[in-house]
Nanobody, 124 residues
Framework: QVQLVESGGGLVQAGGSLRLSCAAS????????MGWFRQAPGKEREFVAA????????WYVDSVKGRFTISRDNTKNTMYLQMNSLKPEDTAVYYC?????????????????WGQGTQVTASS
């Protein structure tokens, strides 16, 4: 079992930055692929980024490439999402997710464990 808790959301002006954290419980955190998803009002949940257990491979949705960076610290059981140059269209509830082998990593139903979400709002 893995329990996930997100933090770091908030309200920023467009062009600003936020760093989201996802703290995981459980001793096998390092064996899980971790992902970030987001859901805006009235829209389906969408993939944002994912990272392998070692951090050696990462994936991003095209709309955040060059602005967002996913990382993890297995010694702290924590994953991060550094978000720079935020745009109003990034406004959403952001969720972290974990699974041992989600294939493909971009599909939310492939992940077994989810956090409760944290709100990110970028105002224009």
């Amino acid at each position: 079992q893995v329990q996930l808790v997100e933090s770091g959301g908030g309200l920023v002006q467009a062009g600003g930055s936020l760093r989201l954290s996802c703290a995981a419980s459980g001793r096998t955190f390092s064996s899980y692929v971790m992902g970030w998803f987001r859901q805006a009002p009235g829209k389906e949940r969408e993939f944002v980024a994912a990272i392998t257990w070692s951090g050696g491979n990462t994936w991003y949705v095209d709309s955040v490439k060059g602005r967002f960076t996913i990382s993890r610290d297995n010694t702290k059981n924590t994953m991060y999402l550094q978000m720079n140059s935020l745009k109003p269209e990034d406004t959403a509830v952001y969720y972290c997710a974990a699974d041992k082998n989600p294939l493909p990593v971009t599909v939310d139903r492939m992940y077994d464990y989810w956090g409760q979400g944290t709100q990110v709002t970028a105002s224009s």
